[in-house]
C-alpha cells in the first residue's frame, strides 16, 4: 500500500480492526488496547438483536442490515473524535463503502486489515465457543470483502503472526508518540 499523509497534528487516531470473521480482530484489538490504553468497542456488541440472530441461522447479512450498525459505530467513534480521543474498533468492514461510513467518524481513522488462510481461518471458527457466526458464513464474507484501496489509511497484517507482534507491526506503521503508549504491566 502506498502510504497516505498523516492527519493534522493533534487529530486522535481511530483503529478500525477489520477482516472476516475468525482474523482475530477482537484478540488483535484487545492486544493494542493493552499496549495503547485507549477506548475500544467490539463492534459486534452493537449489531441490533435481528442480525445477530439471522447471523447465528447462518444467513448472511445484507447492505440494508448494515447500514444501521454501521451508522452506531460512526457515532461511537465520532462522539470520542470530539473529545480529542484515540479508539479502537472492531468491526469486519469488508465493503469500501462500509469503511466509508466509518472513517466519517474521525479524520485520523486508519484500517487494520486482518487476512489469513482461510483453513486458518475455519479452523478457528470451529474451535470459538458461544459466538453466533457459524463457519459457514466465512465463504459468503471472503466473497464480499474488498481490499483497502489505494487512498484509504491503513495496513495489511498476516494473522498466522502472533497476536502480540501484530500489535507491534501497527504500532511501528503508525509511529505513535511515546506518550500515547502506555508500558505493559508484563512484557508480551
Not at 15 to 32: Q, Y
Not at 37 to 44: C, I, K, R, Y
Not at 103 to 127: A, I, S
Amino acid at each position: 500500500m502506498t502510504p497516505l499523509p498523516d492527519p493534522a497534528p493533534g487529530v486522535p487516531v481511530h483503529l478500525v480492526v477489520m477482516g472476516v470473521s475468525g482474523t482475530g480482530k477482537t484478540t488483535i484489538a484487545g492486544a493494542l488496547r493493552d499496549l495503547l490504553g485507549w477506548q475500544f468497542a467490539e463492534g459486534d456488541s452493537y449489531h441490533p438483536p435481528e442480525n445477530v440472530t439471522k447471523m447465528a441461522r447462518g444467513r448472511p447479512l445484507m447492505d440494508e442490515d448494515r447500514w444501521p450498525w454501521l451508522e452506531t459505530l460512526c457515532r461511537w467513534t465520532a462522539e470520542r473524535d470530539a473529545e480529542g480521543l484515540p479508539t479502537i474498533l472492531t468491526c469486519s468492514a469488508l465493503k469500501r463503502s462500509y469503511r466509508d461510513v466509518l472513517r466519517r467518524g474521525g479524520e485520523g481513522t486508519f484500517f487494520v486489515h486482518l487476512v489469513g488462510d482461510k483453513g486458518l481461518l475455519l479452523e478457528r471458527m470451529q474451535h470459538r465457543p458461544g459466538h453466533f457466526m457459524p463457519p459457514t458464513l466465512l465463504e459468503s464474507q471472503l466473497d464480499t470483502l474488498q481490499d483497502l484501496g489505494p487512498d484509504e489509511r491503513g495496513m495489511l497484517v498476516d494473522v498466522a503472526n502472533p497476536p502480540e507482534r501484530v500489535a507491534r507491526m501497527v504500532l511501528a506503521q503508525l509511529d505513535v508518540p511515546a506518550g500515547n503508549v502506555q508500558t505493559p504491566s508484563e512484557e508480551l
